[in-house]
């Protein structure tokens, strides 16, 4: 079964934002969640840490365990394997759900999202539903990521705003911050999507919503230490269901407009 240490948090929060809970999920990041954990713990002091630790055979869990047991405002949540990033960040907003948190940070285990960036983003959460840290709007830039990469995420998110009908320039980008009611609303825990899928769904799930999204512009880098978990299969698995979802979508407005010129003849005198 997983589990979730009993430590308690403090009560205070981030000003304007309330009790937040910053979610890394790893797999294999014995090197790196040591690094990422001290970062946040620097750059903002009062938020809690739930590492999400999918059973690393690398010992992640372990090191996550002793982290803390040093650190009340650490926690962690063992899980039985490799479950995927959407699961393990489904089950983290669950626990930040339980333990009554306001807001839900997502960030990555390995760097790329840099912690000193957090109060931004936690700053503008005060005016908004869902914040996300985005490589592709005006300020926002990437390190030492080769140039087919950067123009498959750019036309990625191209083809993710014009399908989907959404004004989010990074959809796919998985660093952000979600205040809890904004996630009770879009139901995530009916979410089923894996890596760049999951973030594409729950922004599309957020526009549908009709909550506020802002985007902030960050500097994304490359990991220093450990292998990439992006593959072919999660490029493919987000490009077919944003091509499904757009596809529903255009189905939903034809039949909504037929069925509109339906009723405006049936009430013709």
Known sequence: MSDVDGQESYLE??????????VIPTYNEADNVGVITSRVRR???????LIADDNS???TGDVADALAADDPRVHVLHRPGKQGLGAAYVAGFAVARERGYDAVVEMDADGSHAPEELPRLLDAARGADVVIGSRWVRGGKVVNWPWHRQLLSRGGNLYTRLALGMPVHDATGGYRVYRLPALEKIDFESVA?????????????VH??????VEVPITFAERERGA??????IVGEALWR?????ARDRRDAVTRAVRGRTDAHARWP
Do not use: C, H, N
């Open 228 to 233: 990439s978990k992006m593959s072919s299969v």
């Open 242 to 246: 944003v091509t499904m979802w757009g």
């Open 208 to 213: 549908r919503a009709g909550l506020r999204i």
């Open 193 to 205: 999507s894996q890596g760049y899928s999951f973030q594409v769904e729950l922004s599309r799930r």
């Open 13 to 22: 929060g981030y000003p304007g934002v309330g009790r937040v809970l910053v």
């Open 43 to 49: 750059a903002v002091p009062s938020v809690d840490i």
């Open 57 to 59: 055979p690398d010992g």
